[in-house]
């Protein structure tokens, strides 16, 4: 290792500035200065985080290419983090403004990882992680090509490989076999789940209706690209395809598809969990209810998202919803639990009136047709936006119902209603903006949120502050929205880029079989981990660390299946938020 000598004198408190002096050697990298390891936008409020107690204070911006510094400044007083139990000093590089690709050198510690400023900052960032959806494709052969060499795999789960996707198992209540070959696989493991995908899919579509002149253009290198539709689109309806396999005839959608165990650590194609089936409650209906209103929900945003792609597709995705709405209001309470010998993963969801009140959102913003606003405006006492819960998430879906109604867009919207939607949204927006700017990390997150997928959470409320940011832009908003992906991208107190394949220092053995399957060293790109979990245990080094401080209680295991797994529903809104990041285009 390279030990450089540093001498400072003593710094102004931060001034951007164009020094020549440029180091003799590398600098000495450290975990004790964290940074969102992609960037920064060059109008917002640019922090490092320091937990050295070595730090005499003094820290400068340099310039990577050169060393040369572009800021100095001193770093802020210590304060303790309370859900890491860092100390931790803030060092404030705001007004650095210059465009390129920099470090942290902070006296007496060492160097942050490099990362950019500027307006362009996470547009690669935001193309890996809505590609990791190509990477999940079920039922055909993957390559994820030039770059990424040999991260590969033959076609899976359909025919002519030893599962096809799929025969009914008895808990469907059907017999036989259904061609239902699509679709992503969930997480780490093959399964394919509707209940998940509908969150995801909802919010990669989202991703495209909020945000379309910034994403329509962005070439996936997919075996869609260069048709007529966006490849965020054709990556989406590789799911979507999938999803109306799921539904019965009577509207009604069976809850997953997947075989009665979980397999184990092989790629897709040697699939070793046995059989695949379509699985459902195991009692009539046999179909449940959330699957079935998060499916009407997902294919009426479709429905108005592809008709200027595909007239034929929209329309049939507006039929699939209009009968799972009419099967789910037949069937309110029909909830899944595993059973009959499965035992692969539940999504078990005991309340589906905020699934249904998404789908009478969605189709009232689809269609503008009187028996869907009815029934938004009859279901959506108890739903209310709030910051004193964990956001919306796959058992949740009621800021996306809400959210869906107040930007439907329709004439005949109640005034009443989307005033309450918006004046909560905002209120909510100001508690949580608080919050993050308290946050040793500056994350949204409270103690309580360290769950099991609390990476899809912090990317979950910067989805929050962006639809409060629409509502009424603030520039607290949207800053609350990017500190939050600055926790994901690397502020935290691993100092690790929650994301595979990105930025400096990310999860190396993530709970994903074809990660651990393959001949490849690293894992497969684009992925966010679960995250810090406070109270799971998983047979991983997760169970030694300590119950608490909950961020810390993240491992970069692949048995940790529990803080170190990826999935749909987490990468999806972090699609959202780097798309909200995205340089704006007419
Ligand atoms: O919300 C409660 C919180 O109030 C409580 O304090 C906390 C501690 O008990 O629990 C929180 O709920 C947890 C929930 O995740 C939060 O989303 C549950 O305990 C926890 O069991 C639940 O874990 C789910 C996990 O499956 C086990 O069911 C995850 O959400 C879910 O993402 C995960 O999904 C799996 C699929 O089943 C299979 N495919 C992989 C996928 C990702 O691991
Ligand atoms: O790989 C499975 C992962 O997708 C699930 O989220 C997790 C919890 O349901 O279970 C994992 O499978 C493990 C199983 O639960 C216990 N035996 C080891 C399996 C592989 O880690
Ligand atoms: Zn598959």
Same mark, same amino acid.
């Given at each position: 290792m390279v030990v450089r000598a540093f001498t400072f004198t003593l710094l102004a408190a931060g001034a951007a500035c164009h020094s020549p002096s440029a180091p003799s050697s590398a600098p000495v990298p450290s975990t004790a200065v964290k940074v969102d +390891?992609?960037?920064?936008?060059?109008?917002?409020?640019?922090?490092?985080?320091?937990?050295?107690?070595?730090?005499p204070g003094g820290f400068t911006v340099r310039r990577a290419g050169d060393g040369s510094i572009a800021f100095r400044g001193a770093l802020g007083s210590a304060a303790l983090d309370a859900d890491s139990g860092d100390n931790i000093r803030a060092a404030d590089f705001s007004s650095l403004r210059e465009s390129g690709t920099f470090y942290l050198d902070v006296e007496g510690v060492g160097a942050s990882p490099r990362f950019e400023v500027s307006a362009g900052a996470f547009a690669a960032a935001f193309r890996l992680a809505l590609r990791a959806y190509y990477g999940q494709r079920c039922g055909t052969a993957v390559d994820l090509g030039p770059e990424f060499p040999g991260y590969t795999h033959a076609a899976c789960h359909r025919e002519g490989t030893p599962n096809p996707d799929a025969a009914f198992h008895p808990s469907s209540g059907r017999d036989g076999s259904r061609e239902a070959g699509k679709g992503w696989h969930d997480a780490g493991d093959y399964g394919k789940y509707v209940v998940n995908s509908g969150i995801s899919t909802g919010e990669l579509l989202w991703t495209y209706e909020w945000f379309a002149s910034r994403v329509r253009d962005v070439r996936l290198d997919i075996p869609e690209s260069g048709d007529a539709t966006p490849?965020?689109?054709d990556e989406a309806r590789w799911n979507l395809e999938w999803m109306l396999a799921m539904q019965d005839g009577d509207g009604g959608v069976w809850h997953k598809l997947t075989s009665e165990r979980f397999g184990s650590f092989v790629m897709p194609e040697r699939d070793d969990g046995g059989p695949r089936y379509v699985i459902g409650t195991g009692s009539p209906p046999y179909k449940?209810? #959330?699957?079935?209103?998060?499916?009407?929900?997902?294919?009426?945003?479709?429905?108005?998202?592809?008709?200027?792609? /595909?007239?034929?597709?929209?329309?049939?995705?507006?039929? @699939?919803a209009t009968r799972g709405w009419a099967w789910a209001a037949a069937h309110p309470s029909v909830v899944f639990r595993?059973?009959?010998?499965?035992?692969?993963?539940?999504?078990?969801?005991?309340? #589906?009136?905020?699934?249904?009140?998404?789908?009478?959102?969605?189709?009232?913003?689809?269609?503008?047709?009187?028996?869907? +606003?009815e029934a938004f405006l009859a279901g959506r006492a108890a739903a209310r936006v709030s910051a004193r819960e964990y956001p919306q998430d796959w058992s949740s879906v009621k800021n996306m119902a809400l959210w869906a109604y107040y930007f439907s867009g329709q004439p005949a919207a109640d005034a009443a209603a989307r005033a309450l939607i918006r004046a909560d949204t905002l209120a909510a927006a100001d508690d949580i903006a608080s919050r993050t700017e308290a946050n040793g990390y500056r994350v949204s997150l409270r103690s309580a949120d360290y769950v099991w997928g609390s990476n899809g959470g912090a990317a979950n409320y910067g989805v929050l502050m962006v639809a409060a940011n629409a509502m009424q832009p603030d520039r607290r908003y949207g800053q609350a929205a990017l500190d939050d992906l600055h926790y994901l991208l690397g502020r935290n107190t691993h100092g690790l880029c929650f994301v595979t394949r990105l930025g400096t220092r990310s999860p190396r053995h993530p709970h994903h079989r074809p990660s651990g399957a393959d001949a490849q060293p690293e894992p497969w790109p684009?992925?966010?981990?679960?995250?810090?979990?406070?109270?799971?245990?998983?047979?991983?080094?997760? /169970?030694?660390?300590? @119950?608490?401080?909950?961020?810390?209680?993240?491992?970069?295991? +692949?048995?940790?299946?529990?803080?170190?797994?990826?999935?749909?529903n987490w990468n999806a809104p972090l699609v959202f938020l780097l798309a909200s990041a995205l340089p704006a285009r007419e």
């Open positions: +390891q992609v960037g920064y936008l060059p109008d917002e409020t640019k922090l490092a985080m320091v937990t050295s107690d070595a730090a490849d965020i689109l449940s209810t #959330c699957a079935t209103a998060d499916l009407a929900a997902v294919m009426a945003v479709a429905a108005r998202l592809y008709r200027p792609f /595909d007239a034929g597709f929209a329309g049939r995705c507006l039929d @699939a595993n059973c009959c010998g499965v035992s692969t993963g539940e999504y078990g969801d005991d309340r #589906c009136d905020d699934e249904r009140l998404w789908a009478a959102a969605e189709l009232f913003r689809t269609t503008g047709e009187a028996p869907y +606003q684009g992925l966010l981990v679960g995250g810090p979990n406070r109270s799971t245990r998983d047979g991983s080094g997760l /169970d030694a660390l300590p @119950a608490s401080p909950p961020a810390r209680r993240y491992v970069d295991e +692949q048995a940790s299946y529990a803080s170190n797994e990826v999935a749909i």
